[in-house]
């Protein structure tokens, strides 16, 4: 399927996240880029659209932002759940699942045993293999190739490490109870010997889950590698339930050491706000990364949703899209290395530059203020604020005069909120009427947001890429107004751009 045209019985399927035809999805999983593809594979129940008969739905993209939805990749059977995992592309044939010529796709999976099976109530990892370039699996006959007796042991990333310390494969996976990463490595994909453990380190508010392992320049020079983790967890995030969170060191080959761990052990619950996140919003969960991305780009994609709420938003007869893709970046900010994530995928070719709409050096009186001209569904907004003597100003997105969703600074404070308390349907969950707030602070003395509004969601990219917030929204379909905003006093519109999505 492609990005659908909303309908009255679909007002909320996304125009530029994907999301499955008519079926339950979570955790993006076996992200690649493979033969000129982008390759999502997901969590999926392919008989209802709550979660549950765990399988690995599978869809492709040329750009990240027109996704064709292909049959269920590796099904669940009266043996095993497939829970989280990653798919690696094994050129070298290392596990023999294909030939020299012909080397094949491989992915590592946790294995969620069923009660009557041989190693029920476990968690253990199992490995599939593809060869034809990932639409079909066969799994291995030996399955699982890695069990720690657990019923905790989960969601596999698996990275392909070249460094001093040689080369082989490596797996980064948690035993999610406990709070702690867990890595290994193996030299066929089948044989692993444990390296290291990291953790319990920072938040510890809910399980952890799906870890990711990765290096990055920082700023930009290919001298200064530092590695990045990644972890999720649920709940305990910044603004309630889901969240993830990530640190910045150094991996060796065999242990990673952070540079960025602010408490260890259990958290602190008074030192949340100082935690590294990937995103401050509610529906940001489960964020990997895309295998073998071209000119070592790292690019990441989460699931758009809550565990608090996420079996009850009001969308069918699909539920939960994914996020944007993101491309992520360390940058040095006051002595400190931070991920910087940006938006990624070729939005120019559904925009529409007929409908564009601009404004510059305007003032905004105190009161709401809607901008005619800027109406929209699907968008994408830049603005850059300077303050007065307002306490807060911003935007309201998706209005219509009574609802809406404001996205605002307050500078005194230094933070960013999205307020949906008004943004339409809400209902449905007692937590999901929320304001949820993200440190923010001026950059010569300006605040830049870039905004994607959906139609059932908004992705804040504030002070380009430091800081994002995701929030799922459910408006109604002629709740297209933008304004500006001032609570208080005054503020300035240094720019405004519109860009409309068909």
């Not at 938006?343 to 409908?355: H, N, Y």
């Amino acid at each position: 399927m492609t990005a659908a045209t909303a309908t009255t019985a679909d007002t909320f399927r996304p125009a530029l996240h994907y999301a499955a035809a008519n079926t339950w999805l979570n955790d993006p999983n076996g992200l690649i880029f493979h033969e000129g593809v982008y390759h999502l594979y997901y969590q999926n129940n392919p008989l209802d659209n709550v979660w549950g008969n765990m399988s690995w739905g599978h869809a492709t993209s040329p750009d990240l932002i027109t996704w064709t939805e292909h049959p269920v990749a590796i099904s669940c059977d009266e043996e095993e759940d497939i829970f989280s995992g990653s798919i690696v592309f094994d050129r070298n044939n290392t596990s023999g699942f294909g030939t020299d010529s012909a080397p094949p796709l491989v992915a590592v999976y946790t294995s969620a045993f069923k009660p009557g099976s041989a190693y029920q109530g476990l968690q253990a990892q199992s490995l599939a293999y593809s060869r034809d370039g990932g639409y079909t699996w066969t799994k291995h006959a030996t399955n699982p190739v890695l069990n720690r007796g657990s019923a905790e042991f989960r969601d596999p990333k698996v990275i392909k490490y070249d460094g001093g310390a040689g080369s082989y494969w490596v797996m980064v996976a948690v035993e999610a109870t406990d709070f702690q990463v867990v890595l290994y490595k193996s030299e066929d994909l089948k044989s692993w010997e444990l390296l290291s453990t990291f953790g319990p380190a920072n938040a510890t508010g809910g399980v952890w889950e799906c870890p990711d392992l990765f290096p990055l320049p920082v700023d930009g020079d290919p001298e200064n590698i530092q590695w990045v983790l990644t972890v999720n967890l649920n709940p305990g995030g910044p603004n309630k339930g889901s969240a993830g969170q990530y640190f910045v060191g150094d991996f060796d080959g065999t242990a990673f050491t952070s540079a960025t761990t602010v408490t260890e052990g259990l958290q602190d619950p008074d030192r949340l706000g100082e935690y590294q996140w990937l995103d401050w919003g509610r529906d940001y969960y489960a964020a990997v990364s895309f295998s073998d991305v071209p000119d070592n780009r790292r690019l990441m994609i989460a699931w758009m949703n809550n565990w608090e709420y996420a079996n009850q938003i009001p969308t069918s007869p699909w539920r939960s899209p994914m996020t944007l893709g993101r491309e992520l970046s360390l940058r040095t900010f006051d002595g400190k290395v931070r991920l910087i994530q940006e938006a990624t995928g070729d939005f120019a070719s559904i925009s529409d530059p007929a409908r564009a709409f601009s404004l510059a050096h305007t003032e905004i009186a105190e009161g709401t203020h809607i901008l005619d001209g800027a109406a929209g569904s699907v968008q994408r907004i830049d603005i850059t604020l300077t303050p007065g003597s307002a306490t807060e100003f911003g935007l309201v997105v998706r209005g219509d005069g009574d609802q809406g969703t404001r996205i605002g600074v307050r500078p005194a404070e230094g933070t960013l909120v999205v307020d949906r308390r008004d943004s339409g349907q809400t209902g449905f969950h007692e937590t999901f009427a929320s304001i949820d707030a993200a440190p923010i602070h001026g950059i010569e003395g300006s605040y830049k947001l870039t905004i994607f509004v959906d139609r059932c969601s908004v992705e804040v990219f504030a002070q380009d890429g430091q800081v994002t917030m995701t929030e799922l929204i459910f408006p109604a379909p002629n709740s297209t107004d933008v304004a500006v905003y001032a609570l208080g006093g005054t503020a300035t519109v240094a720019n405004l751009d519109v860009i409309q999505y068909a």
